[in-house]
């Protein structure tokens, strides 16, 4: 049972425009969501996190945006750069320190110079 | 200041054999987690440690076992490895079960069964 899916397998941005990356969740339980990014040959690392109490989370370049009646959370980056081109994943848990996270399959993302 | 280290990096092992998996935290962690990425799918979750003691456990079989020392270094072992074992293991290490912001993955451990 896939608790949190993230159905895009891969996407493909020109630099400078928008990669949006999508994630949905079907436990209702899940009330704290964080978003990793992995390159090749390298653990995830923590990118940008939000919680349910609030629908949306900026830190520079990266938005979360939190949509708890549909069940769904996506990814922006503005302006996507060729550095960005890595494995995102999305991951849920019902408490912030619940000591265990679910993870989404991962989206490919490239971006083009 | 080190980060989460894993070894070995690689690691080849004949189906039916025992395999063991090493992860040393961030100094002042005390919670250790360990994930399994398999070819095509997220990360799953395996085990929790926390001040020695196991705290949770992935849907996974008993030859999944793991420990945590009293320095809160780590080990995985996996019994009577099946090919399908052949994954991404991923340690990560948080101050106690704040897996979240606070949370950092070592760079894994390939282990392949043939």
């Known amino acids: 049972d896939q608790q949190v899916k993230q159905n895009s397998p891969s996407l493909s941005v020109q630099e400078g425009r928008i990669s949006i990356l999508n994630c949905d969740y079907t436990?209702?339980?899940?009330?704290?969501f964080l978003w990793y990014k992995k390159y090749p040959a390298e653990g995830p690392t923590f990118l940008i996190s939000?919680?349910?109490?609030?629908d949306k989370n900026e830190d520079g370049r990266f938005t979360v945006f939190l949509n708890k009646s549909a069940k769904h959370l996506s990814l922006h980056i503005v302006p996507s750069q060729p550095g960005d081109s890595a494995v995102y994943f999305c991951?849920?848990?019902?408490?912030?320190?619940?000591?265990?996270?679910?993870f989404g399959q991962g989206t490919i993302l490239t971006v083009h110079p | 200041e080190a980060g989460v280290t894993q070894s070995p990096t690689h690691l080849i092992k004949t189906r039916g054999q025992q395999a063991t998996l090493r992860c040393s935290p961030i100094?002042?962690?005390?919670?250790v987690y360990w994930y399994q990425q398999a070819l095509g799918l997220g990360l799953q979750f395996l085990l929790w440690?926390?001040?020695?003691?196991?705290?949770n456990r992935g849907n996974f079989p008993p030859r999944f076992s793991g420990r945590q020392f009293p320095n809160y270094s780590s080990e995985l072992n996996v019994n009577a490895l099946e090919l399908e074992d052949s994954a991404l293991y991923l340690c990560?290490?948080?101050?106690?079960?704040?897996?979240?912001?606070?949370?950092?993955f070592g760079q894994g451990t390939r282990l392949t069964v043939v």
């Open positions: 436990n209702s339980m899940f009330d704290y």
């Open positions: 939000i919680s349910s109490i609030k």
């Open positions: 100094s002042g962690h005390t919670s």
């Open positions: 440690y926390d001040e020695g003691e196991e705290r």
């Open positions: 990560a290490s948080s101050f106690s079960g704040i897996m979240n912001t606070e949370a950092f």
């Open positions: 991951a849920a848990t019902p408490r912030a320190s619940y000591g265990k996270l679910t």
